[in-house]
């Protein structure tokens, strides 16, 4: 859809952007969807047919209203029932679509409305039950919403972007906590909830002292990259099912469900792909930006999974996963369900890699157990 895209964005002003809430529509879908608004220009921008770099050089200066709903009137759960909460003014505290009567009589735009038509930012940043959402509302230039010839409009990656980070010995000093407390170690700790302190360390991203020396390399530097086949849909796998085949990876966040048979082939008649370890398997879409490090044997992957392999064996891979998951996690470009993740996302996501190998061994055995113990815990539950 590039040329669509350019033709759009020549011909039309983008305007502003409304990521409305996961349950907006239903229980038919949880999928996030997003409203793109634009305005025809009375001339198109005089560029070339195909080129980006004019495009993006033409629009820096304009600007576009991002704005995120998270309450739209209904409940956020499946049921959808109206919610029809005010605060002591009369306005609505879970309904920013709809207008407003305050205790005069007089009527008010709504809290979308009043932010994207007359630049008032929202008044509140937390939801009915005072649990924070998260800035809503910004005025974001095109020169901040573009990279090269990627232009990312989804809201949530500027207004609630969560980029965390630990401090090496911090990552390491809290990590070994969790282990001693494990293993009840004289002395250990207690800890309440191991299991959500466990997710909150294996979803930040490891920094280094500034007297380390790191060298900067984007991701395609350091693997060589396959997507998953094509054609290799669930009807397929069902077809070619085995239970002592190999696995299916894909889009999903969990231990593969499925086996085939080596011999499976897509619906285009064309064998499937056999991978094998040491590699990364990357959903791109679904659970976009889960990662799992495949340290042997054979697996294969339908057309939401791509497989990194490294070009070095001096790359320890959970290292790898530790410090871009959490962040291609906030490159995908939707939040919810559908999630996708682009290949340029991908291969030019920058890494520090530190130097010597022993600090990236140290930040990778340290999440490899502690990965094995979520695990267990997440199958517990």
């Known amino acids: 859809s590039k040329n669509v895209r350019f033709h759009l964005l020549q011909h039309c002003r983008v305007s502003d952007v409304i990521s409305l809430p996961k ?3 239903a229980p038919y879908t949880q999928q996030r969807t997003g409203i793109v608004i634009f305005n025809k220009r009375k001339t198109p921008l005089s560029v070339a047919d195909g080129d ?88 974001v230039g095109f020169n901040v919403l573009s990279a090269k010839s990627d232009i990312k409009l989804l809201p949530d990656i500027y207004l609630r972007r969560n980029d965390v980070k630990s401090g090496f010995d911090e990552f390491i000093t809290e990590s070994q ?4 407390f494990l293993t009840r170690k004289s002395g250990a700790t207690p800890i309440l909830n191991v299991k959500t302190r466990i997710k909150e360390l294996l979803g930040t991203s490891v920094q280094y002292p500034d007297v380390v020396h790191t060298i900067k ?90 497989v990194l392999y490294p070009f070095h064996t001096s790359i320890n891979l959970n290292w790898i996963v530790q410090q871009c998951e959490g962040r291609l996690k906030q490159e995908a470009s939707n939040q919810g ?21 022993k600090l990236r061994d140290t930040v990778g055995q340290m999440r490899e157990r502690l990965a094995a113990i979520y695990s267990e815990l997440y199958e517990e539950s």
């Open 23 to 25: 349950h907006a529509f």
């Open 337 to 357: 369900g559908s999630a996708t993740l682009t290949g340029t996302m991908l291969e030019e996501l920058m890494v520090d890699v530190p130097i010597p190998a």
């Open 177 to 180: 906590k969790i282990l001693d």
């Open 217 to 306: 390399a984007p991701l395609k530097d350091l693997f060589k990259m396959q997507k998953g086949d094509q054609g290799f849909t669930e009807e397929i796998i069902y077809k070619f099912y085995d239970s002592e085949g190999i696995p299916v990876y894909g889009g999903g966040a969990e231990p593969p469900r499925f086996r085939v048979k080596k011999e499976t082939k897509t619906k285009k008649n064309t064998p499937i792909t056999i991978h094998s370890g040491p590699a990364i398997l990357l959903s791109m879409d679904g659970s976009s930006g889960c990662m799992r490090v495949i340290p042997t044997g054979e697996f294969c992957s339908n057309h939401h999974g791509c």
């Open 52 to 139: 980006w770099g004019g495009l993006l050089r033409s629009l820096k200066n304009e600007k576009v209203g991002l704005y995120i709903v998270d309450n739209d009137g209904f409940a956020n759960s499946d049921k959808r029932y109206p919610t029809e909460l005010k605060d002591n003014r009369g306005r609505w505290k879970h309904n920013e679509l709809a207008d407003w009567s305050d205790n005069k009589g007089l009527t008010n735009c709504s809290i979308l409305v009043e932010a994207l038509i007359n630049q008032k930012p929202p008044p509140f940043s937390t939801n009915e039950f005072g649990e924070l959402t998260g800035q809503k509302f910004a005025r």
